[in-house]
Antibody, heavy 122, light 112 residues
């Protein structure tokens, strides 16, 4: 079955960096677009970034552009989120999510990991 | 960005009764080339990630009980739980993936 396991979360000071990883299994990772989504009590669920199946296209929410980089290693079935210049408002639970497809149409985010907690605090 | 607005923010329903959650998008999310509305509904229980219930506004994900149904098109969408069970207590979110993905603010469903 599909499994997504995030790692790399932790407590970090403002301005510092952190890299999240998401290890995928149970599906052909290299065939699917992947996403990062974050969740905070105050702002709910917020899409952060998307990377196409082959890494050829990447998209970011405005608040992280220029600071975060999404990438993937299809040989390792792993998704990454490099977060630089972290701010207090980046504090959240970060989920990786798999894109679903059916009958040649997207069906949304069909599988999610358990999340990695990132706390930005001095 | 497309804004998704859910109503109500919270809802208390008796066991066995119907629960209805609404979601309105700030612009149409109907993809005309395949006539599909790119809207999903998720259920999130405490300490768990969101779980996909419904996609294309009305297609139930595999394994989801048939008491869950989705309806709507264009800009107005509804998630209905026909007969509320205790295990349905959760927060429910709508999401559009027609463009840059956005989520509704969530609806907390409780037992009355």
């Amino acid at each position: 079955q599909v499994q997504l396991v995030e790692s790399g979360g932790g407590v970090v000071q403002p301005g510092r960096s952190l890299r999240l990883s998401c290890a995928a299994s149970g599906f052909t990772f290299s065939s699917y677009t992947m996403h990062w989504v974050r969740q905070t009590p105050g702002k709910g669920l917020e899409w952060v970034a998307t990377i196409w199946f082959d890494g050829s296209n990447k998209y970011y929410t405005d608040s992280v552009k220029g600071r975060f980089t999404i990438s993937r290693d299809n040989s390792r079935d792993t998704l990454y989120l490099q977060m630089n210049g972290l701010r207090a408002e980046d504090t959240a639970l970060y989920y990786c999510a798999k894109d679903g497809w059916e009958a040649a149409a997207p069906k949304g985010f069909d599988h999610w990991g358990q999340g990695a907690l990132v706390t930005v605090s001095s | 960005d497309i804004v998704m607005t859910q109503s109500p923010d919270s809802l208390a329903v008796s066991l066995g009764e119907r629960a209805t959650i609404n979601c309105k998008s700030s612009q149409t999310i109907l993809y005309r080339s395949n006539n599909k509305n790119y809207v999903s509904w998720f259920q999130q229980k405490p300490g768990q990630p969101p779980k996909l219930l419904i996609y294309w506004a009305s297609t139930r994900e595999s394994g989801v009980p048939d008491r869950f149904s989705g309806s709507g098109s264009g800009t107005d969408f509804t998630l209905t739980i026909s007969s509320l069970q205790a295990e349905d207590v959760a927060v429910y979110y709508c999401q559009q993936y027609f463009s840059t993905p956005t989520f509704g603010q969530g609806t907390k469903l409780e037992i009355k």
